[in-house]
């Protein structure tokens, strides 16, 4: 099947590849996917006390387009507020990269992933804030 | 190393198909032009000319897997030859014998066929399981084959990871109920010796494009002594005994037999060179990388396909960074089911590893450059893919990736 430009390029020269702590408290992590799927993304945000996006780092096990997907994410969220990374959508990742039909599960995946990152930050800071009141952490941050 | 001696890209996917040899397409020219009469013309020269050039090919194919040129008839294909095969002699034994024997392995067209008579036709199909070398287990075979079966379909190489079957030692379980035995060799003929004397194959499916002849033709072997009987699919003319009809494509046919005789010829002197590029190609890998693991039986197999899992590489993504050279993937992403391999699964390989799965096919026209090129390609790509692998950093870490709760999607 013949990729778009953008596409080759993202996957060619991929944004943002790493890991960050994953435990540090300023880090969400979110691990979706399944190796018996054929994918997996890793992708990880580190925020700022004033809740905006200051880099984002990611490692996939995937096609093409599931890398180029997880890439392309990685750029759009930095610099957005946690809220506003929030809102991408799957659609408009397919739309920007061309994915092909049999192909746009890439593009769930990588949404799925940011938001998973943004729930796993939440909790962090929602412990974090509540350790600060004093309650105790067990207590849902969501 | 200097890309000067290789031209890009590189063909590496000799499973799927090969090109035609150009001595092969030689010989056909003139059956498009100047000999191109209809070899069934009787009253005339132009047709004697061209069935003169259909005997001779047949000559030439038979004489490639020591049978007597009676016994082939001219398909279109393999796929028209397993379908002949298969349903022909099924429906023409099915008063006496309704059962067939094949395998989960077999190429789609074999195992689409059976399961056609299964389901529309009232046929019992039993399909073996394979070890995990992608062998079948004789005792399980012997087990399966009862006094009703009608025919023991098993390919002689498999397509995907290139095992070769033990024909003569199922032949002979076969017989022991009086079943026919065929074997779909599309992707041994020309590649392994086959001899249906000496093995006791009773039917036999060949291709021309996968043995350096033209696409569009095949042949099926149709034991005479004793005779094996079936049911046409195409009806008309009567040709090719009655089992084919329509007019032959003369110079298809004549490639196909030209295709037939140079791999008689040069068999043993191609599969010298290819056994040395393949062990280059497979040494050279591991050399460089770890956790590469060849999928199907190391010993038993033609040397002219590796099909290798680059554990935590999703296989089509590999196959997008070496895109200059053209392979195959067993995670068939590719594909629109997104289901890996049913080959590789059948072999017990994990669903994890069969989509990091490609198939080098290696064949006649192979270069040293391209094989040194390739694997230098492949190592890079493995080495980046691992390096943006959120699995490979798991492993590394130490975690074992059974213990992770994954998510279904």
Redesign the interface.
């Known amino acids: 099947m013949a990729y778009g430009e953008k596409l080759i390029d993202h996957y060619e020269n991929p944004r943002n590849i790493g890991s960050m702590d994953k435990n540090a408290q300023d880090v969400g992590t979110g691990l979706v996917g399944a190796p018996a799927c054929g994918d997996v993304m890793k992708l990880q945000i580190k925020v700022s006390p004033e809740g905006i996006i200051e880099d984002a780092k990611f490692k996939t096990f995937g096609c093409g387009s599931a890398i180029a997907s997880s890439s392309l994410v990685t750029e759009w969220v930095k610099g957005k507020t946690v809220d506003q990374a929030e809102t991408i959508k799957n659609t408009e990742i397919a739309q920007y990269l061309a994915l092909p039909p049999v192909k746009i599960h890439c593009s769930v995946l990588a949404e799925d992933a940011i938001k998973a990152a943004i729930a796993d930050y939440r909790k962090k800071a929602g412990k974090v804030a509540h350790a600060a009141a004093d309650e105790p952490a067990k207590v849902a941050a969501e | 190393m200097s890309k000067a001696n290789i031209q890009l890209p590189i063909y590496l996917d000799y499973q799927a198909t090969t090109p035609t040899d150009p001595r092969v397409v030689e010989e056909m020219l003139p059956y498009f032009t100047t000999k191109f009469g209809n070899p069934h013309s009787r009253s005339h020269s132009f047709g004697w000319e061209a069935e003169q050039g259909v005997e001779h090919a047949r000559e030439q194919v038979a004489a490639l897997i020591g049978a007597n040129e009676k016994e082939v008839i001219f398909t279109s294909g393999a796929t028209e030859s397993n379908n002949l095969a298969i349903k022909g002699v099924a429906r023409f034994y099915k008063d006496k014998r309704n059962e067939i024997v094949t395998v989960v392995t077999e190429h789609k067209c074999v195992l689409d066929a059976c399961r056609h008579l299964q389901e529309e036709e009232g046929f019992k199909v039993t399909y073996l399981a394979v070890q995990q070398n992608g062998i079948v287990d004789l005792e399980h075979l012997r087990q399966a084959v009862t006094d009703k079966t009608a025919l023991v379909s098993v390919m002689a190489v498999n397509n995907e990871i290139g095992v070769i079957q033990p024909l003569k030692e199922i032949a002979a379980i076969a017989h022991e109920k009086g079943a026919f035995f065929h074997t779909d060799a599309a992707q041994a003929a020309g590649k392994i010796p086959l001899d249906v004397e000496d093995m006791h194959i009773d039917l036999m499916s060949i291709s021309a494009h996968k043995m350096y002849g033209p696409k569009g033709v095949g042949a099926l072997y149709v034991r005479r002594k004793p005779r094996v009987r079936l049911h046409a699919l195409i009806h008309g003319g009567g040709q090719e005994r009655g089992m084919r009809s329509g007019t032959l494509p003369t110079p298809l046919i004549v490639g196909f037999g030209k295709a037939a005789e140079i791999a008689r010829l040069e068999m043993a002197k191609d599969n010298e060179r290819i056994r040395m590029l393949s062990d280059r190609l497979f040494n050279g890998i591991n050399n460089e990388l770890k956790d590469v693991v060849l999928n199907g039986d190391r010993a038993q197999r033609i040397p002219g396909n590796l099909n290798l899992s680059f554990s ?3 296989g ?2 590999l196959m ?2 070496i895109r200059d050279i053209a392979v195959s993937s067993g ?1 068939a ?2 594909s ?1 089911s ?1 289901e ?1 391999s049913y080959v590789l699964r059948a072999l017990g390989v ?3 590893m069969a ?1 990091t799965s490609i198939r080098l096919g290696i064949g006649r026209f192979t270069t040293e450059a391209e094989i040194d090129y390739t694997v230098e390609t492949v190592v890079k790509h493995v080495k980046k893919l691992r ?7 798991l492993v590394q870490e130490g975690v074992d ?1 059974k213990s ?1 709760q ?4």
Do not use: N
């Open positions: 935590y590489v999703e089509e993504s997008m960074g995670s992403c590719t629109a997104l890996p994990e669903e994890e989509h390096e943006m692998s959120p699995l490979w950093e990736l992770i994954w998510s279904d999607h």
